[in-house]
């Protein structure tokens, strides 16, 4: 059963037939360069995420990982949306991660929207927040898209690949956000 739909995408746990797709974006250097994981990942360990992620309690406190699917007959994972949901149940943080080949076509928005519909409709949160690498100017366009309101500089904040990058703080209050998806 779907967690959130749009006309073009469902919004679904993962399934053991995502690991294919899911690597091949995974394993993208361009898809991974603002993100905090490598872009080196064999077969096994995507199926391990994989089947981490289909697994997990959404319901409890801490990350869970959503995939994202073109509606179709058989539908082809695309991306995924990951939330963590605080431990007082009333915010979490948010992150989407999409592949390249379908990015620059309003997916990525349609999914971050949906997503926020079922976290503000559904579970009721007060708040929702998201952080982006400060050079991810794509990212921090599409939260700013869907309501989010940028909050602040971390400047030199995290040491990642390498080197020290600049986070984007954005916040998304419920009363800010339409009720309809």
Known sequence: MPFAETPRLVIRRFQATDVAAFAAYR??????RYQSWSPAMTMQEAAALVDEFATGDPDVPGWFQYAIAMRAADPVLIGDVGVHLHENMMQAE????LNRQH????????AVQAMLHHLFAYRRLKRVSAECDARNSASARLLQRVGFQREGLR?????????WTDDL?????AA???SAP
């Not at 948010?94 to 991660?97: E, S």
């Not at 400047?155 to 080197?163: A, L, N, V, Y």
């Not at 703080?169 to 209050?173: A, I, P, S």
Request: glycine residues 14%; hydrophobic residues 35%; negative net charge.
């Open 155 to 163: 400047r030199q904040h995290t040491w990642i690949k390498g080197e």
């Open 176 to 178: 800010e956000f339409p």
């Open 103 to 110: 990015q620059g076509h309003g997916y990525a928005t349609e």
């Open 169 to 173: 703080l954005f916040g998304l209050l």
């Open 27 to 32: 394993c993208d250097p361009e898809v991974a």
């Open 94 to 97: 948010i992150g989407f991660t």
